[in-house]
């Protein structure tokens, strides 16, 4: 092995490893400042793209606080639904109350109206129960003297009955309200 570097030494000079050395400096110089500059431009980049993002989050922010604004009026506004709508059921509860209350007049005050027509009526069906034994006794009376042939009393009878049956109708009409 010791040949083989020895071979090596004598063909390669201090001078061109010296040489070579500074070649390879030279190309890694190349590379490192090459690199450097690749950095700078990415570099660069990163601080333009940043600046967006900025200026992307401060709109963002912007919109969250008008977001935040509007949701909380709109929490405000829900409170005061809320609170009219609790308002409404009170008055909903009340005026049921009340209802049920004025239904039970109206049924009272329905049921005594009743009492009071069916009370009329009956006494109309009294009074209506004589004056039809009053037109029976008249008519008998007419018919006795139909039957003696009496015939100028006819026409007075037929009149009279006439009149006695108007008379009862209007009556029967007054009471029942309709005169």
Known sequence: ???I????VE???????IRANSQAEAKEAERIKLEAEQYKLQLKE???STEEYRKYLDEMRAEVKEYKASLE????EVKEYKASLEGMREDT???SQKL???QEKVHDVGVQVYRNVQAIVERGQNWNKDEFKDVAKKLES???GVETKNSALLPLSVITMLLVIADIVINVLRILGIL
């Open 93 to 95: 509860k009340a005026y």
């Open 73 to 76: 009026e709109m929490r405000a």
């Open 1 to 3: 092995m010791e040949n």
């Open 46 to 48: 990163l601080k333009d």
């Open 100 to 102: 049920e209350e004025s």
């Open 5 to 8: 570097m020895n071979k090596i």
């Open 142 to 144: 007419i018919q006795v």
């Open 11 to 17: 063909k390669i000079s201090a001078q061109d490893i």
